[in-house]
């Protein structure tokens, strides 16, 4: 198993334009979630997903933001309509099961330029 | 919500000397995580605990539950150890964490 595999690893795109990124967790993780880390920042969260079912969403997700993971195992995350304030790296992590017991495994992100 | 914070934000030190990064947190948690983040973006997972201590090889995690105080130690600091080093807590009965900003650790030869 490789870990968690995200793409692309950047993308440049014009403002008002659609973007789509992917995240392959770990094969046997359930747990898969979506972070954004802005320069100088620590992640924040965004969503989480419990096999194919969205738990949680944040505040900052606004309508422009969806995240999928239809079968329970990769899960997309699109932003449309894009602003230079989304203009950041974006992380995905999963885990086994979700509590003090599972540790998380990070993908290295696709970092997200908006001109 | 919980607040996290990290201290100290920048840190260099030279090749050898034993490094100590330091957390706390506002609220009860149910776990705390360190992790280390290189240029680049990627995160590297390298200690959640609940209680007590951890060690693996030059690195050492410690945990005050009652103080809510976590220290992140490193032996005989190395080059390669240079990076960003980020604390980040798991509330009880809520998965998702919260991260501090993190501490810029940078080791010269």
């Known amino acids: 198993d490789t870990g968690v595999s995200q793409n692309p690893r950047h993308k440049i795109t014009k403002r008002g334009q659609n973007v789509t990124f992917r995240c392959d967790p770990i094969s046997e993780h359930n747990r898969l979630y979506w972070y954004r880390q802005t320069l100088g920042q620590g992640p924040e969260f965004l969503t989480y997903?419990?096999?194919?079912?969205?738990?949680?969403k944040s505040r900052l997700l606004s309508d422009r933001f969806s995240a999928e993971r239809p079968k329970g195992s990769f899960s997309t995350l699109e932003i449309q309509r894009t602003e230079q304030g989304d203009s950041a790296m974006y992380l995905c992590?999963?885990?086994?099961?979700?509590?003090?017991?599972?540790?998380?495994?990070f993908g290295n992100g696709t970092r997200l330029t908006v001109t | 919500k919980n607040e996290v914070e990290q201290s100290p934000q920048n840190l260099t030190a030279q090749e050898g000397e034993f490094i100590t990064i330091n957390c706390s947190y506002s609220?009860?948690?149910?776990?705390l995580h360190w992790l280390q983040q290189h240029p680049g973006g990627g995160i590297v997972s390298l200690f959640m605990?609940?209680?007590g201590k951890k060690k693996h090889g030059r690195l050492i995690a410690t945990i005050n539950i009652q103080e809510k105080h976590s220290s992140l130690h490193i032996t005989a600091s190395h080059p390669r150890d240079s990076a960003v080093y980020i604390c980040a807590v798991t509330n009880f009965g809520n998965e998702k964490l919260t991260f501090g900003t993190g501490t810029r650790l940078t080791i010269i030869p």
């Open positions: 609220v009860g948690i149910s776990a």
């Open positions: 605990l609940s209680s």
């Open positions: 992590a999963s885990s086994l099961e979700g509590g003090r017991n599972s540790p998380l495994h």
């Open positions: 997903f419990q096999n194919e079912a969205q738990l949680e």
